[in-house]
Antibody, heavy 122, light 110 residues
Framework: QVTLKESGPALVNPTQTLTLTCTFS??????????VTWIRQPPGKALEWLAR???????FYSTSLRTRLAISKDTSKNQVVLTMTNVDPVDTATYYC??????????????WGQGTLVTVSS | QTVVTQEPAYSVSPGGTVTLTCGLN?????????PSWYQQTPGQAPRTLIY???VRSSGVPDRFSGYILGNKAALTITGARADDESDYYC??????????FGGGTKLTVL
């Protein structure tokens, strides 16, 4: 059974760097084809795809946020870390990690973690 | 700037049929975008309904179907039930490792 769980600070000051950790089980990011993604959702708003890391350490970022995001993995700990620099109150959101399921070239997000709410405020 | 468009809101009567769509501002949606659909109820993480345009995720009833409708991806719900009242999001794969979500559709069943 694949499970993922996000962790990180509930409150971050503006201009600081946000660090979120996704701890997963049921698969290994050292196995070919495995990928993990981060997605966020501001309160009452839509989902926004943020970043993805692949088993071969390929990394991909949202065009609009790429200068502020960094994604990394620790395969020994089954963790993926997302950092976001220079946060602003508009970055207040529930942050989800999800496994990127795949079949051939097709990808989708399943399952998802429960999400962690991050508030950016002074 | 890639924008994925969805109807902001839709209403359907219990037992009725509704079709939600997922479009692109600058191109047609095709199977090569591998459209996927997610259902989200308040306070919960999204749940996968459909992937690869038309494949139902495990446990999803056949009342939900996905397909390409003209230049958009579509999700049809037949025999709508009260517990279908949710937010529905589509996601498209744009290539180069990039995915984009639509703005979501709030479905009301009444």
């Amino acid at each position: 059974q694949v499970t993922l769980k996000e962790s990180g600070p509930a409150l971050v000051n503006p201009t600081q760097t946000l660090t979120l950790t996704c701890t997963f089980s049921g698969f290994s990011l050292s196995t070919s084809g495995q990928r993990v993604t981060w997605i966020r959702q501001p309160p009452g708003k839509a989902l926004e795809w943020l970043a993805r890391i692949d088993w071969d350490d390929d990394k991909f970022y949202s065009t609009s946020l790429r200068t502020r995001l960094a994604i990394s993995k620790d395969t020994s700990k089954n963790q993926v870390v997302l950092t976001m620099t220079n946060v602003d109150p508009v970055d207040t959101a529930t942050y989800y990690c999800a496994r990127v399921a795949y079949s051939g070239s097709s990808i989708w997000f399943d399952p998802w973690g429960q999400g962690t709410l991050v508030t950016v405020s002074s | 700037q890639t924008v994925v468009t969805q109807e902001p809101a839709y209403s359907v009567s219990p037992g009725g049929t509704v079709t939600l769509t997922c479009g692109l501002n600058s191109a047609s949606v095709s199977t090569g975008h591998y459209p996927s659909w997610y259902q989200q109820t308040p306070g919960q993480a999204p749940r996968t309904l459909i992937y690869s345009t038309n494949v139902r995720s495990s446990g999803v009833p056949d009342r939900f179907s996905g397909y390409i409708l003209g230049n958009k991806a579509a999700l049809t719900i037949t025999g709508a039930r009260a517990d279908d009242e949710s937010d529905y999001y589509c996601a498209l794969y744009m290539g180069g490792g990039i995915s984009v979500f639509g703005g979501g559709t709030k479905l009301t069943v009444l």
